[in-house]
T-cell receptor, first 112, second 115 residues
Framework: SQTIHQWPATLVQPVGSPLSLECTVE??????LYWYRQAAGRGLQLLFY??????ISSEVPQNLSASRPQDRQFILSSKKLLLSDSGFYLC???????????FGQGTRLTVV | GQQLNQSPQSMFIQEGEDVSMNCTSS?????WLWYKQDPGEGPVLLIA?????ELTSNGRLTAQFGITRKDSFLNISASIPSDVGIYFC???????????????FGTGTRLQVTL
């Protein structure tokens, strides 16, 4: 069966510090991978998606970047965090051509 | 851009009651999904709908893909305490092989069940 792992679960970082969140998927190959952000009490906003290694599409301009160095690894990064980067970050995957997306457990990021 | 409005935003119900919530879009969708999110967790897929008019059940949950393709409905029968959480609808306009599934999410309906 397929599983998706995200870490860390929670993170408190000072303003101006770098960020690296990691997501890995097991039990499948060549998945589509996604990063979403969820502000408190809000819905999910798609940040980045990837259909293959090294292929990244950005949905909204922001202080973040994404990379896919391996088939089942998706990384969300920032060089210098802003207070507004605080939120709940969710990684998701689905099979090529399928609609149903499956989510990781999320990372609660607080920038102080 | 596409917007999904969910209603109600929140609801308090008693255990055993039935629950109804809906999601409306300014654009048509080819696929509707319903997710449930527990506090501090990622959303979990409940039901997927692919065809206008389709009615699909998953245990006590029933969802429908509206005929106009601009709305969807989720019903929960005989609610229990573990139904507490936030329910999100999500829609996708385009399906195709080799492409990413860019879902648009609703703002969520927060459900609280009292004993």
């Amino acid at each position: 069966s397929q599983t998706i792992h995200q870490w860390p679960a929670t993170l408190v970082q000072p303003v101006g510090s770098p960020l690296s969140l990691e997501c890995t998927v097991e039990g499948t190959s060549n998945p589509n991978l996604y990063w979403y952000r969820q502000a408190a009490g809000r819905g999910l906003q798609l940040l980045f998606y990837s259909v293959g290694i090294g292929q990244i599409s950005s949905e909204v301009p922001q202080n973040l970047s994404a990379s896919r160095p391996q088939d089942r690894q998706f990384i969300l990064s920032s060089k210098k965090l802003l207070l507004s980067d605080s939120g709940f970050y969710l990684c998701a995957w689905n099979r090529q051509g399928n609609t149903e997306a499956f989510f990781g457990q999320g990372t609660r990021l607080t920038v102080v | 851009g596409q917007q999904l409005n969910q209603s109600p935003q929140s609801m308090f119900i008693q255990e055993g009651e039935d629950v109804s919530m809906n999601c409306t879009s300014s654009s048509i969708f080819n696929t509707w999904l319903w997710y449930k999110q527990d506090p501090g967790e990622g959303p979990v897929l409940l039901i997927a709908l692919y065809k206008a008019g389709e009615l699909t059940s998953n245990g006590r949950l029933t969802a429908q893909f509206g005929i106009t393709r601009k709305d969807s409905f989720l019903n929960i029968s005989a609610s229990i305490p573990s139904d507490v959480g936030i329910y999100f609808c999500a829609g996708q306009l385009r399906r195709g092989t080799g492409t990413a599934s860019k879902l648009t999410f609703g703002t969520g309906t927060r459900l609280q069940v009292t004993l």
